[in-house]
């Protein structure tokens, strides 16, 4: 069965219209879907409709080939393409790419820092799986002076929704007078996992940033910006060579 999506929604995809500015448009009978008048509401099968918007047909840009990009995602953005809430998103950041590009993996709203963001879905499902062998990196402020047994514990498995994480690499990376700077490798990514750990361990978290995925460093990408990456470093996260 072919996939239908609301018409707004295939404004946004096209870039043509945001989803509020379409669902006006089509409010004022100016959109139309197969010769007739488009409803709000309304779904349609990309390919398949005919839809129509000021006398023109309305398509999905053509696919220029896969894309890769690093972003450097600010906080208070979420990672998806869409929100219900009205919330910023990533998706926002990369309109400027000229096609869709999605992100791989996920970092919470209150978390900044590098996000990969691509239209190959094989290396996507690559990243994102349980079993990938490339760490991701944090730096992670917190409050206060973490103890021995802290730190500790801030290494050891985890039990998180009835799951027992994997060893977490943990180090001091600077101490001020009322925080401590930490810089924390996982293997893997269950949902919110730093900052739960962190408060099992009874620490408050005050900043948290992915600063490299493996031999990937974020760098100098300035904070909502995005860099596209090297033939080489797409090679590196397809496994199909050593170093980037």
Do not use: W
């Not at 896969?66 to 919330?87: A, C, H, I, Q, W």
């Not at 409050?143 to 994480?165: C, I, K, R, V």
């Amino acid at each position: 069965m072919e996939e239908q999506i609301r018409l707004a929604k295939y404004f946004t995809d096209c870039g043509v219209l945001s989803r509020r500015a379409a669902e006006e448009e089509i409010k004022k009978g100016r959109i139309k879907v197969n010769g007739s008048v488009a409803e709000l509401g309304q779904k349609i099968t990309p390919g398949k409709d005919v839809v129509e918007y000021a006398g023109k047909r309305i398509t999905p840009p053509k696919q220029a080939g896969k894309v890769y990009l690093m972003l450097n995602k600010p906080r208070g953005f979420v990672t998806t393409m869409s929100d219900e809430k009205g919330r910023p998103t990533v998706a926002e950041l990369t309109r400027s790419v000229g096609t869709r590009v999605y992100p791989v993996g996920r970092l919470d709203m209150d978390s900044s820092g590098l996000l990969l963001m691509t239209n190959d879905g094989e290396l996507a499902n690559r990243l994102t799986h349980p079993r990938h062998d490339i760490p991701k990196i944090y730096h992670v402020l917190v409050a206060g002076h973490p103890t021995t047994a802290q730190m500790t514990g801030l290494g050891a498995p985890t039990e998180l929704d009835g799951y027992l994480t994997q060893p977490i690499r943990v180090r001091k990376l600077a101490e001020g007078e009322h925080e401590t700077l930490l810089e924390m490798t996982l293997y893997e990514g269950r949902n919110r996992q730093i900052r739960r750990i962190c408060e099992l361990q009874s620490l408050r978290v005050k900043q948290l940033v992915r600063v490299a995925i493996g031999e990937l460093e974020l760098g100098e990408v300035p904070e909502g910006k995005y860099v596209r990456l090297s033939a080489a470093q797409v090679a590196y996260l397809k496994g199909e060579r050593d170093h980037v």
